[in-house]
Each structure stands twice: as C-alpha cells, then as structure tokens.
C-alpha cells in the first residue's frame, strides 16, 4: 500500500477515535493494533517505524498511572498551584450555587438530546389554572395602567387589597403556612398575564415571590421564624422588601458598607444581646410600605460577646418597619413605572439577635444565602415580566399592523414592517421557550444558576428589542400617552428589567461566562478543587484523572469542531426529530467548536480572561445562543411540533445560530495571542463562515402569521390577557382583526368596482361607504359591517389630547408664565 494511503488511514483512525471520544488505553490499543499490521505489510524505512514505535511507547506509558503521575502531572500540578488565582469565600459561594443542567451539557461539546427532549414538559394543575382564569384575570380588569402610572402613581386600595387577599404576593410560599404553593411555571404564567397589562403590577407582585424575606425564610429560617412570619406574608399582613443595594454597593453588593455590631441593648424594656445596625439603602422594591425588612449587612463582634470572631461576614435579618432608628417611607420614581420603590436608612438600629435569618449558625452566611436562591428567582421574575411584555407587544403589533392602512394596504404588508415583525415574532418565540422550558427544569429540582444569568440578560434585551419594534410598527399611537396608550409604560419600564438583579452589561460580560466557564465545565472546577486539596495525595490523584481527561476532551472538541464544520454537521447523531433535525445537528457543531474555544482561551489566557471582559462576553453570547436554541427545540417538541410554527422555530433557529456565529468570529478576531487564534480558526471555521441571518422570505411568512387571526398567533401570544372588554386594548385589537377579515373583501369590492369605475369618490371610508350602498356594490348588511369595522379601528387608531392644566404635575403658582400663557390663550 503506498505510504499516501497509510498516512490516511493513520490519520482516519486518529479523528475517527478522538470524534467518538476513546478513552486512553482503547486508544492505546486501537493504535498498536493499527501499528502492528503496518509494521508486519508497510514499506516504511527502518528509522520512520522506530519513530512510530517510540510513540506508541510513550503512549504506553502514559497508561502507566504511577508513571505518568510522577513525571508529568506532579510537577505540572505544582505550577498550576502556583497560578491558581485566589478565591474569596464570596466568588467561591458564587462559584458553588445552584446546580447544573443543560448548561453542562452544551460545555461537554457532545450534548446528550435525550436528556432535554424526554424531560417533562411544563403543565399547570387545574388549580394553577383556575387562579389564571379567575382571580390573575380579575386583577388584569381591575386594572386601569393609566390611572396607576400618571394619576395615582400607585395601584389603587381595591387592587391592593384584591392582590393581598388572593395570595399574589404567596405563590412561593407553601399551603401549610397559608400560601398558593405553585410551580415555578405557574408563578411564571402569573407574571406573563399581569405584565401584558401592567408592567407596575408585575413588578409589585415579582418581588414578593422572588429573591426576598420568604424566600430566605423557607430555606434558611428557624421554626420559630417560619411560624411567625410566613403566615402574615401568606396573608399580606404583612409587605416584604429586601434590602442589598447601597449608594456605594450596586453591582459589586457584596462589598456593602452597612454594619451590624453585636452589643448589648435594651429591647422591649430589658437588657439583651443584640446588634446595633447601621446602614443606607436605595433602589428598595416596595420598602416605601414594606411592613418587615429583609436586611444584608456586615455582622462583627468587636467585643467577642458570641465567641472568639469578630467579623462574620455578610448576614441577613429582618428588621420590623417601625423599629426605632429605621427611617423609611420616601419613594424613588423609576421611568413612570411607580410600583413602590425607595430608599431605607438606620442609624443605631438596635435589634435582638434573633432577628438573623436562620439564626446565629447562619450568621456570615448571607452572600450564600443571596446567590442560592437568585439562581431559581432570577430565572422566573425578569424573564416572566419581559415575556408577557413581548407577548402584548407581538399580539397588539400584529393586530395593529393589520387594520392600521396607509398607501391603500394595510401597514404589515410593507417589507419594512414585516422585517420588524418577524423580529416580533421570533424574539418572543425564544423568550416563551426559554422561560417555559427553563421554569419546569425548577420544577423538576434543578436551580439552574448559569441558565438563570443566560435568561436574565439575553430575555430582557430581546423584550428591548420587541418593545422598540412595537414602538416603531404603532408609529405616532405609540409615542402619545394617554389612556389609549397600551405601549408606552411597558416600553419605559424595559430599562428596568436591564438593571435590576445583577445589570445587564455586568451579566453578559463577566457572570454568564466567568460562572460558566468553570462551574458547567467537566473538568475545570474538579481540576481546581484538586489542587486546592489538602489531602496531597487525594489531590494528586483526583487531578491527574481530571487533566488527562480533560487533554483528550480539547482533542476530541477540537476534531469534532473541524469535521462537524466541514461537513456542515450533516452526520453528527441527533434524536430523529423531523424537519428541526438540522438545527439539533448544528447545536452540536457549535457546541464542539465552543467548548474548544473555551479549553484554548483558559490555557492561553487563564485568570487574565477574567480581565478580558470583551471576549468572555462574546463566549456567553455564543453560549447564550446554543442555550436558547435548544429551549426553542424543545419547546416546538413540548407543543407537539405543531408544522404552522415551523417558520417561527426555523427564524429562532437561524437567528440564534447566525449570531453565535457572529460572537464566535468576534472572538477569534479580538484574541490576543495571534498564533493561537489562527489555530482555532482552522478548527472552527475551515470553510469560513456558512451561516446567513434569517432571509426575507422567511421574514414575510412569519408576518403573515401574525397579521392574520392564526392558530400560531395565538399559540405565541398564549397567556396574556386578551379577554374582550370595553378597556382591553389586547382584546379590541383581536376582535377589529377578526372583523377585517370580513371587511377587507368588501373595502376590495369598493376600490375596484366603486372608487376605479369613478361611481365611488368620498375620499373618507363612511363616506365611500354610502356611496357604494347607493351604488348597489355592497348591501345594507355588508354596510353595517364596514361601519362597525370604521368604528372600531378608528377608536384603537385614536390617541389622547389633554388640557394644558392637565399635563402640569402640578398647578403653576399664580403669576408663573405658564399660567400666563393659559389665561392668554
Ligand atoms: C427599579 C429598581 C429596583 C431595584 N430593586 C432592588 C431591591 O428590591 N433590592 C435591592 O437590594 N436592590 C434593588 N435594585 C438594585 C439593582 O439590583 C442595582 O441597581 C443593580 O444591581 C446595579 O447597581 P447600580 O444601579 O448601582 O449600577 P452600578 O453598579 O453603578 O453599575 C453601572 C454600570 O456598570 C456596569 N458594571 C458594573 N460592574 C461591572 C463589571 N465588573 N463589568 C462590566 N460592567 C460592570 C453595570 O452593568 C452597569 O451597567 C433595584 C434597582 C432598580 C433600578
């Protein structure tokens, strides 16, 4: 056989063992047998079959544990010790919160569908469900947004007291303290349906169920403390906040200023050990009429009155509203969405020990506390609240689009206008799949903390981007505020959801892949706390198994990357699915080519990656994408694959692989060590780039999907509240859609036979209307429905006008000029 061939073939079963991931020693073996046959028939000289021999014997004795222990990962163990940046307790809780689950699995390069595709869809119970259709649908009427966000600032007393008395603010906290005990998806479905109708009301109703008093009360309290508060939570009797962030402490909150000191002082009239606390808040959701204060502060011991520490580290308490020192009441304004936000301060606050949540053995263990639970609440009330946004926005922009005419068509079937409704639609398909999927993950135990970073940031940038879209597609009905405004207040308050539990540039840039990287990573973290062990000898050995593992795991993305990229994926295995087959496959290509790109980053780089911010957040953005690709795949499964939403899922797909690809690219271009960025580019893009953004075409079918009253429109929009009532917005734009349907024939019938023969020439509908009557072109009935459909558009078309005086937040004092101009004019 000619030495060309043997060279392939050697190199045929090196990609083909390192693609299916051979472990060392069947690796071993594959190759001395492959040696063998070419020592016995190959016409190799005697000096290349001496070289190939010593190879195959240095694999060998890699094989060797004891051998290869004491040559190469010992001393390679002692210099990875010595780079190993520390870790502080803070970064390390961060490190260890939560669990890991689909996120690990897109870090392995090899994602196992199975796994994703047979988990249990979300289902609500006929109780959850009752509370949507019932008391969540009562509320959504109650509420009158332009009362709450310009003339009240505030919820009325009746929704106050309607949301107390149903449970809204109890939906995590369980029955046998009074609360509605839902799944993480039911609380999801809540928030979807209250913020389709008031982003103020959601907000109100997210915090009490999230990261917060009851919360931390479930987890980390004592009996006594469950047993007193979680029943008045339960009733409302008593209104939560959580108080982390200070003037100097906003992102970086675990460096907050506040103290607590543990002395002794008089409480109810006799002498205790307490803590006397001292502390500045702001930005506190609901503490201007929050009744119990959760508190993270500083805990020291000075004068070692509990024991030898002084200082314990970050603690959390609950602080009751009137305790003396504890000024509180005054409220901040965020953006016209005045749900109840503000600062608290204390000075000298003095309060019982008993007051830590959990205890004096919790005492320290606030940041702990902190980032455990943010990783279930995180996934829940943001990307819930942003979701039922974009929901609204998608089901009004579509409507609007449809029954909005200008140029004689209606406004969605301009190709401007589909282009922004596709990115409607598709945005908020990947919004839906990623909230849903990810809540009944919560459900079945995890507490997914990457994914919940990955949701945070990338669900309410796309809720940024549907809302500037709606904006654009209402044109001057979405700029003028008023009453008939069903845009504007949600628009405003997308700013918040972007800076609220961890701000989104810090997300994206340094928590979504800094956690990622080494918490879902199979073998970083093990490598890590190897080296970190103080037992050397277990150390030892636990990290050789984690380095060899995680050399051939680099080989083998490496091999996967290439192959997969040159084959455009077509070959890599992926349950067989039907026509989403191909979006599994390139998941898995990119997911290879990810996890190389990561294993080549930390070894070039290692703690200076940290430092560049830019390119680990282009590795989350790639990361972000192959997560929320696969929550629209399983997604499509959980809702039978149903073929009218296939262009939707093929949107989000395409859409969501174009952009990894994009960040992949920006990587490799931005990568500082030149030789290496080379290398991986070879790897990973041998036949550059191949992937294109969603075309037109495709763009033009999704808009027809939601300019028309479809099965998919209602299945993308399911969950708001859309009910037809005189004040719904939602529901009179589906009810004017369904009449167009209807009155869009007779308006043709009018252009062709009426306005083009010259028997019709009233310039406005009525009055083309009565002419075409008289003309014999429609008939009385038909007439009528023209009418009722005029009516009703015109009505939705319609924006507010205000008196002068009306608008002034204030009256002007006597004599101001602007009063003057009133009187003049
Ligand atoms: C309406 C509202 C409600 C809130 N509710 C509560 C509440 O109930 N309880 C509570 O404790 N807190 C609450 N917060 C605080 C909120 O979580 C903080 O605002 C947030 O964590 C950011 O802090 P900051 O606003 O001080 O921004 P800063 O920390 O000043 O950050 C400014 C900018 O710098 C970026 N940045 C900071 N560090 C980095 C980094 N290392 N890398 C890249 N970018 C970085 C941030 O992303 C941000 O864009 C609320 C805030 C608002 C506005």
């Given amino acids: 056989m000619p030495s060309l061939l043997w060279f392939i073939l050697f190199l045929g079963v090196f990609l083909f063992v390192a693609y299916r991931r051979f472990s060392l020693i069947n690796t071993t073996l594959t190759f001395t047998l492959l040696l063998a046959v070419y020592l016995a028939i190959g016409a190799a000289g005697p000096l290349w079959k001496g070289f190939l021999v010593l190879l195959l014997a240095g694999l060998w004795l890699l094989n060797a544990k004891s051998v290869r222990q004491t040559f190469l990962t010992k001393p390679f163990l002692l210099t990875y010790r010595r780079l190993l940046p520390s870790m502080s307790s803070t970064e390390k809780e ?52 332009w009362d709450v966000t310009h003339k009240r600032a505030d919820l009325s007393p009746q929704v106050w007291a309607y949301l107390k008395s149903k449970g809204f603010f109890a939906m995590i906290i369980p029955k046998q303290y009074g609360g509605l005990q839902f799944s993480a998806y039911a609380h999801s479905c809540v928030l979807v349906k209250v913020a389709s109708r008031s982003a103020t009301a959601a907000s109100t109703i997210a915090v009490p169920n999230s990261l917060g008093p009851a919360e931390l009360l479930l987890h980390y309290g004592t009996e006594e403390q469950k047993n007193y508060y979680l029943p008045r939570l339960a009733r409302g009797e008593e209104i939560p906040c959580f108080a982390l962030t200070g003037p100097r402490a906003g992102s970086d909150a675990a460096s907050l200023p506040d103290t607590g000191v543990v002395c002794k002082g008089l409480y109810q009239g006799a002498e205790v050990v307490g803590l006397k606390l001292n502390f500045s808040k702001r930005y506190i959701t609901l503490a201007p009429i929050a009744t119990v204060i959760g508190l993270a502060f500083r805990l020291f011991d000075p004068n070692r009155l509990l024991g030898d520490r002084i200082d314990y580290g970050i603690t959390c308490a609950l602080i009751p509203r009137n305790t003396p020192g504890v000024t509180i009441g005054r409220r901040h304004f965020p953006l016209n969405v005045p749900f109840q936000n503000g600062p608290i301060q204390g000075h000298d606050v003095f309060v019982p020990l008993d007051c830590i949540i959990g205890g004096m053995k919790m005492a320290g263990q606030g940041w702990r506390m902190l980032v455990e639970q943010l990783s279930v609440g995180r996934c829940i009330s943001l990307p819930s609240n942003a979701t039922g946004g974009a929901k609204a926005g998608a089901y009004a922009a579509g409507a609007y689009s449809r029954i909005r005419r200008q140029f004689n068509m209606p406004v969605g079937r301009f190709e401007g206008i589909e282009e922004a409704l596709a990115r409607i639609a598709g945005l908020t398909y990947i919004m839906d799949a990623a909230r849903s999927v990810t809540a009944a993950a919560i459900d079945a135990g995890q507490k997914p903390s990457v994914p919940s970073a990955i949701l945070k940031y990338n669900v309410t940038e796309m809720g940024r981007t549907v809302a500037n879209d709606a904006m654009d597609v209402h044109g001057g009905k979405g700029i003028c505020l008023g009453p008939k405004n069903y845009l504007a207040r949600g628009y405003q308050a997308v700013p918040i959801a972007i800076t609220v539990e961890g701000a989104n540039i810090l997300t994206r840039n340094l928590i979504i892949f800094g956690q990622g990287a080494i918490r879902c990573h199979p073998f970083v973290l093990k490598e890590m706390n190897a080296a970190r062990d103080t037992n050397r000898e277990r150390g030892l050995e636990q990290f050789d198994q984690a380095l060899f593992g995680h050399i051939g795991f680099t080989i083998s993305n490496a091999v996967r990357s290439v192959i997969m990229a040159l084959t455009l994926a077509r070959f890599t295995g992926v349950p067989d699915i039907g026509p989403t087959r191909r979006y599994f496959q390139h998941i898995n290509r990119f997911s290879a080519s990810f996890a190389f790109a990561v294993d080549v980053a930390m070894l070039t780089l290692g703690g200076y990656l940290k430092k560049k911010e830019s390119l680990s957040a282009r590795l989350a953005d790639v990361l972000s994408c192959l997560y929320l690709g696969s929550m629209v795949l399983k997604h499509h499964e959980n809702q039978g694959r149903p073929a009218a939403d296939l262009p939707i899922v093929e949107w989000a797909c395409r859409h969501l692989l174009y952009r990894a690809q994009e960040q992949m690219h920006g990587f490799l271009r931005n990568f500082p060590n030149r030789l290496m960025a080379g290398l991986m580019r070879v790897m990973i893009f041998p036949r550059g780039r191949t992937y294109f953004a969603p075309s037109d075409r495709l763009g033009h079918a999704i808009a027809d999907v939601l300019v028309n009253p479809t099965e998919t429109r209602e299945r993308l929009c399911l969950g708001v509240y859309r009910t037809l009532e005189p004040n719904n917005p939602l529901g009179l734009l589906q009810e004017a859609l369904t009449l167009a349907m209807q009155a869009e024939p007779l308006e043709k019938r009018i252009r062709v036979d009426g306005q083009k023969t010259g028997r019709v020439t009233a310039l406005d509908l009525p009055g083309q209307i009565q002419e075409a009557l008289a003309a014999g072109i429609i008939t009385e009935n038909e007439a009528a429905v023209l009418r009722e459909y005029d009516r009703k558009v015109m009505n939705l078309v319609h924006v507010d006008d205000f008196d002068p005086r009306e608008l002034a937040a204030a009256a002007p004092p006597p004599g101001d000029a602007a009063e003057a101009r009133m009187s003049v004019a």
Avoid at 103 to 132: C, M, N, V, Y
């Fill in 94 to 145: 961060a490190l260890e919160a939560g669990t890991v689950w689909w996120d690990g699995e897109l870090f392995t390069g090899h994602p196992a569908w199975p796994k994703l595709i047979s988990a249990a869809p979300a289902r609500l119970s006929s109780e959850e469900q009752a509370f949507l259709d019932g008391p969540c649908e009562q509320l959504c009427r109650m509420i009158d947004d």
